[in-house]
């Protein structure tokens, strides 16, 4: 089944259908008593399927909190994460391992490619480790989406870092998952570089109903977004739709001066 084909689903569903990501009165403390840091407090969320968010807000406002809680890789303290349709609060830890192969995929700043295999295994691992029988045309169809199509048999060293984070963006699509979480995924690479695999990421939710989201610091990359969440502290503060660079940018000068008067207080 095609990604468009998921999305006409969700689109069609009559009722509350096409949340690929919701998050109710989210919260994630560490620690305890005087000592206890908010890191998230109270997130309420939902993204609607097909769709690319970006997540701001200045250093230690959350975001990583966040985007863990929400791919189920860290567990709120309280509140509730929904991902296409699914309850993963309170899941058993395999089945949460099982959701987040099948029905997830993942870029990471540091692109986390497997160097002792090929582009293709890589691409294909996802599917292996779902147990379902991999696919080499479904890797060959991925790997030409991100202008790789003749680099399947090459290894990550070989490649480019932006090469390389075009392999990692293949294989969190060869699952046809219901939300690709990405974390600084121009964080190590040149802006030139930065701009073709945001524009990568950016064509992959319109022209295959990817849904996005994507922590980054930079005001750019977050204007190929279709809407950008803003985290202080811990709590949404914020969210503007098709802005400029220069608007975010601004928007996060605000939430950054905030915050450093804040702990200078
Ligand atoms: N494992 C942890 N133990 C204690 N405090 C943590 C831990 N991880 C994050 N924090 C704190 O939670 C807050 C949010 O951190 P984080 O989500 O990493 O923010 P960001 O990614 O926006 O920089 C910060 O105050 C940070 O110091
Ligand atoms: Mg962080």
């Known amino acids: 089944m095609g990604l468009r084909n998921k999305r006409q689903r969700h689109d069609e569903a009559p009722h509350g259908g096409g949340w690929a990501v919701e998050l109710r ?15 998230l407090r109270g997130v309420e969320l939902a993204l609607r399927s097909g769709t690319f968010t970006a997540v701001m807000g200045p250093s230690g406002s959350g975001k990583s909190t966040f985007l863990q809680c929400a791919a189920g890789l860290d567990r709120p303290t309280d509140g509730t994460v929904v991902l296409g349709g699914t309850k993963i609060t309170g899941m058993n830890e395999n089945k949460l391992t099982e959701l987040r192969r099948t029905r997830l995929g993942f870029v990471f700043q540091a692109f986390n490619l497997l160097p002792s295999l090929t582009v293709e295994q890589n691409v294909l691992l996802p599917m292996r480790l779902a147990g379902h029988r991999p696919s080499r045309r ?4 991925v790997l030409s989406r991100v202008g790789l199509a003749d680099k399947g048999r090459r290894r990550p060293g070989e490649l480019s870092g932006g090469q390389q984070q ?11 998952p219901d939300v690709i979480f990405a974390d600084e995924p121009t964080g190590a690479l040149d802006t030139t570089t930065a701009a073709e695999i945001l524009g990568l990421l950016r064509s992959a939710v319109d022209r295959m109903g990817a849904t996005v989201v994507m922590v980054t610091h930079d005001p750019v990359a977050a204007a190929h977004a279709d809407r950008v969440l803003f985290l202080a502290d811990g709590a949404l503060v914020d969210q503007l739709e098709g802005v400029s ?20 207080a």
């Not at 479904?138 to 169809?141: I, P, Q, Y």
């Not at 075009?166 to 046809?176: E, K, N, Q």
């Not at 660079?245 to 200078?264: C, F, G, K, P, Q």
């Open 25 to 39: 009165g989210v919260s994630r403390q560490y620690g305890r008593g005087g000592a206890a840091v908010h890191a």
């Open 166 to 176: 075009r392999v990692a963006i293949a294989r969190a699509l060869v699952t046809d």
């Open 245 to 264: 660079a220069d608007v975010i940018a601004a928007r996060m000068n605000t939430l950054t001066a905030r915050a450093a008067m804040r702990s200078a």
């Open 138 to 141: 479904r890797a060959a169809d």
